[in-house]
């Protein structure tokens, strides 16, 4: 009795996953924001296979691309691991993000959502990361330049 109970619940778990991802329009996100949809293949190319890795983190890993015959750099964080629960807190996280514009943060280009494949596409920064400036090694910050980086912070979370 349990074994079916336990097995039956697995099923609906799966077929509510299934029906969240094969929208088309992938939640509206299309429409709500001006983000561009990509293809899985599309990201692929742009990330010659995903050869250039630039980082990890809890989620997936982050690697360099390029789009208009290498005229725009990328960053396509390719998301791992992805349950019910967190296929919408990926579609929150995309309305999120894609609402947000402000010179300090990151923007959001635009997404992938093929089949169980989820991407975030975002502009490169070349600069590297906050955590690399400040924790890299080479170069620390001075205590000037960290306000300065605070306050960025703050101005962009505003």
């Given amino acids: ?13 799966v077929l509510k996953y299934k029906r969240l991802t094969e929208t088309g329009n992938f939640g509206g996100l299309n429409e ?6 990509f293809t899985y293949n599309e990201l692929r190319r742009a990330t ?20 208009n015959k290498g005229n725009r750099l990328i960053a396509v964080k390719r998301l ?6 967190g296929e919408r807190e990926f579609q ?18 635009g997404f992938c959502s093929e089949g169980s494949k989820r991407l975030l596409v975002y502009e490169y920064m070349s600069n590297g990361s906050l955590g690399k400036l400040l924790f890299g090694g080479q170069r620390r ?18």
């Fill in 1 to 13: 009795g349990m074994f079916i109970s336990i097995h039956y619940m697995y099923k609906i778990r």
């Fill in 80 to 85: 791992e691991k992805l349950v019910e629960e």
């Fill in 32 to 37: 709500d924001l001006a983000l561009r949809r």
């Fill in 48 to 67: 010659n296979h995903f050869k250039e890795e630039l980082g990890k983190g809890a989620f997936g890993k982050v690697y360099k691309g390029a789009l």
């Fill in 141 to 158: 910050p001075g205590w000037d330049e960290r306000v300065r980086i605070a306050l960025d912070i703050a101005r962009g979370i505003s």
């Fill in 92 to 109: 929150a996280e995309v309305r999120a993000i894609g609402k947000t514009h402000h010179r300090n943060l990151v923007r959001l280009l």
